[in-house]
């Protein structure tokens, strides 16, 4: 498989043994006029073209660099079933595929997914011949309809202010798993960080009722605790004692490793995975805690993009260097900005011990429609669900800057039924409702965004906020200037900075405010704003725009490419000094 990109297993956090990676060369065909189901592309034996998975049609590494509107496009190859799993059911898995995906095997419709971020799969085994077996995929995907979501892909021909280019169709790992027709489908973790104990909520196949699950939990090789049951229903909750204590903090995720085991009829199904013995809370006089104890945010806007895949990382590297790079700066976290990052990236933020806000790419869908909510909500719900059990994820922050056509800012029950609807499903986490956008009681942060680059004026729209008193900014459309806000909720300034600095001569580049005259000038205005944030005992957080330039949007402390613009050093003596708040 080393020829293979992006070979590693794409969910640490569900490993089996029995997988198989689909990586790599599949045949691929545009179909900008709609044609391809009706002219039965799905039972064809190969497509006009070539592409590279899982890197999407408009970036280099899919070989075809496409960067033009595709309304449709379809991919084909062939499926190599291991002779080792017969009798196992077969699972195929597409971790990421933008928008609407209809996945075919042998010429028949096995299901179709709606939503450009999230995972999903479908259990192939009826489908699957003796020999000779292919998948087909179709994905369509319309960013212009304003019917779905889109997040910072361009609705023009080409990149503009910070919108960048587009992805279409499949761009995470494909891949196989064998099960037995008993097995784990996944598991939520709920930590108690006094006992010490874990609580897991483990779901099971439809046909696991009567089977034996046992779990075990180790760290460092050591058993820590275990814990049994017999499957009655399609959920069972079990509960581990922990011989020992150790906690997920900022720069140290320890992390416990889980062993499951569900046996029926004499099979067993094994599925490996991990947790973080973590809480979080948020108030208004202690701030943010992690377990227990205020902890300062510093985090960084990040996007996720690169040059070569788009929103794809070329290889795992790149995913690991971009939490170190942060972590160098003196950040312990970042906001995952308007796309949702894929599972291995939040392994790697687990295992580093770095903070996370998920967020999914709202940007695109008009919430003013009626049906929004009915194409924003599912895809939503798989995020949550998906990444729940995840340590590094410390809050929710489903929806960004929801203006409408005219610049104004939508309160509507749209937002307020995704907060309640988020904290029903978890309520160990707060929620940010729309970052950047002046809260109604349906969210627990009033979050401003900020790009006043005078830290004497910055300082002074945040003078009276322990009378809950702020002072947001007013930057989309017609609407220029500030907004008196009275609030009782903690605050947090989840934008702010993004001071140009272009390496080479550009002409499209931006960055916020008036450009700098040099690297002192550039570092003065840095130090002058972040002392603002980190002198004020009622702000519990920062988060700056942004940690790597993306294309034409160059205010990143990182070039696109992932050089260092100045010593990080530097930036690390700014960022990471102590806050008023903290403990």
């Known amino acids: ?90 699972i195929l898995h597409i971790d990421a595929s933008d928008y609407e995906t209809i996945v075919f095997v042998n010429g028949k419709w096995v299901g179709t997914h709606r939503g450009g971020y999230t995972s999903f799969q479908y259990d192939i085994t009826k489908f699957l011949a003796a020999e000779g077996n292919y998948v087909t995929i179709c994905a369509k ?18 990149s503009y202010g910070c919108m960048y280019t587009r992805t279409t169709g499949i761009w995470q790992t494909v891949w196989l798993e064998a099960v037995e027709a008993a097995h784990v489908t996944s598991y939520k973790v709920f930590a108690n960080i006094s006992d010490p104990s874990v ?83 948020l108030t208004r006089d202690k701030g943010l805690m992690i377990n227990g104890k205020t902890v300062f945010g510093r985090f960084v806007l990040d996007q996720g993009f690169n040059p070569e895949g788009i929103i794809t990382a070329p290889d795992d590297k790149h995913l690991i260097f971009d939490i ?13 900005h308007q796309k949702v990052f894929e599972p291995r990236f939040l392994y790697h933020a687990d295992r580093l011990g770095y903070m996370v806000w998920g967020e999914t790419g709202n940007w695109g869908l008009d919430h003013t429609l009626p049906e929004a909510i009915y ?112 609030t009782h909720l903690p605050i947090f300034v989840s934008e702010y900075g993004g001071i140009g600095w272009v390496m080479k001569e550009d002409a499209t580049a931006w960055g916020y405010g008036k450009s700098v005259e040099g690297e002192e000038e550039f570092f003065q205005r840095l130090e002058g704003l972040t002392d603002v944030l980190l002198e004020n005992k009622d702000i519990f957080g920062f988060c700056y725009t942004q940690l790597t330039d993306v294309e034409q949007e160059q205010n990143g402390l990182l070039t696109y490419d992932r050089q260092f613009k100045f010593d990080p050093a530097r930036y690390h003596r700014i960022f990471s000094k102590k806050a008023v708040i903290e403990d």
């Open 199 to 281: 609580t897991l909520d483990v779901l099971t196949s439809n046909v696991s009722v009567g089977a034996e699950l046992n779990v075990k939990a180790y760290y460092e090789g050591k058993l820590m605790g275990e814990a049994s049951a017999t499957v009655a229903s399609g959920s069972t909750t079990v509960n581990i004692a922990l011989a020992e204590k150790h906690l997920w903090e900022c720069g140290n995720g320890r992390l416990y490793d889980l062993k499951f085991e569900l046996t029926k009829d004499g099979k067993t199904d094994v599925m490996d995975g991990y947790f973080g013995l973590r809480e979080v809370a």
């Open 141 to 158: 995907d319309d960013v212009r309809s304003e019917k779905q979501v889109a997040g910072k892909q361009s609705q023009r021909f080409g």
């Open 1 to 90: 498989m080393n020829n293979i990109p992006r070979n590693e297993h794409p969910r640490p956090d569900r490993h089996r043994d029995s997988w198989l990676c689909l990586n790599g060369t599949w045949d691929f065909e545009i179909d900008n006029a709609l044609v391809g189901e009706a002219k039965k592309f799905f039972e064809r034996k190969s497509l006009d073209g070539k592409i590279t998975v899982p890197f999407c049609p408009e970036s280099r590494l899919s070989g075809v660099a496409h960067t033009d509107f595709m309304n449709a496009v379809w991919y084909r190859r062939d499926l190599p079933i291991p002779a080792d799993w017969a009798g196992k059911n077969v």
């Open 324 to 336: 170190e790079a942060s972590m160098a700066c003196g950040f312990n976290g970042a906001r995952l």
């Open 375 to 486: 194409n924003f909500l599912p895809e939503w719900l798989e995020e949550v669900e998906r990444d729940f059990s995840h340590p590094s994820v410390i809050g929710w922050c489903p929806t960004n800057e929801t203006w409408d056509k005219h610049g104004r800012q939508q309160f509507n029950p749209f937002l307020d039924s995704i907060y309640d609807i988020t904290k029903a499903i978890d309520k160990t986490r707060p929620v940010i409702t729309s970052s950047g956008s002046y809260p109604t009681e349906r969210t627990d942060v009033h979050d401003v965004h900020d790009y006043e680059q005078d830290p004497v004026k910055f300082r002074s729209y945040y003078a009276e906020i322990d009378k809950g008193i702020v002072r947001d900014q007013l930057n989309r459309g017609n609407r220029v200037g500030r907004q008196v806000s009275k």
